[in-house]
Each structure stands twice: as structure tokens, then as C-alpha cells.
């Protein structure tokens, strides 16, 4: 794999989880939300990501990581007993969105480290190329 290559995959990984990113932010921003457009709480959303494969013009194809997917979690929101809310039921019961704040924590900082790592991979590529630049002169 050459070193352009290499930069390609990166930036694959990269698109991919800063798309992870924005929909850990939107999960956390929307963790008491109860009404949405489409009716009832908002459902946590998680995203997949899958093998992509690029081909380039007289070059080996290399795979990098894309997007798969945003889905929406399906498993039930906690009830909460508050009948002053204006989404509460007869029985008084809220239904609350199915956002766990500390597991979308622990996504942002594992999302966020990938990223890092990431960014690192291309300035050490950057490095790297120079370096192979000045040899050359």
C-alpha cells in the first residue's frame, strides 16, 4: 500500500466517525426530548459502520470504513411518574427518550479517540512523505 492509499483509508475512518460524532451529540442533546414530530420520545440513534473497498485508477484497491447506517434503538424509554407533564398519561407515567447519558459518554470519548487517532495517522503520513521528498532531492 502506498502512502496516498493510506491517507485514503484515513479519511474514510475519519467521515465515519465524525458522522458517529454528530449523532452521539444529537442523542445526548436529546435525552429529555418526550415530544418529536413524529409522536412519542426520541429514539436513540446508532450508527453502523461497514467495509467499503477502493479502486483507484493503476492502483491496488485498498478497504476503508464507511457508514453502514443510522438506526434507531428500539428498545423501550424509561416511565416516569410526573403528572404535571404535558406528554403524561392518564396514570400520570412519562415515557422518557432511551438515552442513557453514560453510555453516550463513553461513545463520544471512544468516537473522539478514534478520531484522534485517525488525524495522527495522517500527519504521521505527512511526515513521512516529506521526509520521503527530501531524500529524493
Known sequence: ???ISGID???GALNANKTRLDIVAQNIANAQTTR?????PYRRKVVTFENELLKREGAAPVQ?????SVLSDKSPGQQVY???????GPDGLVTMP????????VDLITASRSYEANLNM????RKMLAQTLGILK
Open 1 to 3: 500500500m502506498n502512502l
Open 9 to 11: 483509508v484515513t479519511a
Open 36 to 40: 418529536t414530530p413524529e409522536g412519542g
Open 64 to 68: 476503508t470504513v464507511r457508514v453502514g
Open 82 to 88: 410526573n403528572p404535571q407533564h404535558p406528554d403524561a
Open 98 to 105: 432511551n438515552v442513557n447519558l453514560s453510555f453516550e459518554m
Open 122 to 125: 495522517i500527519s504521521a503520513t
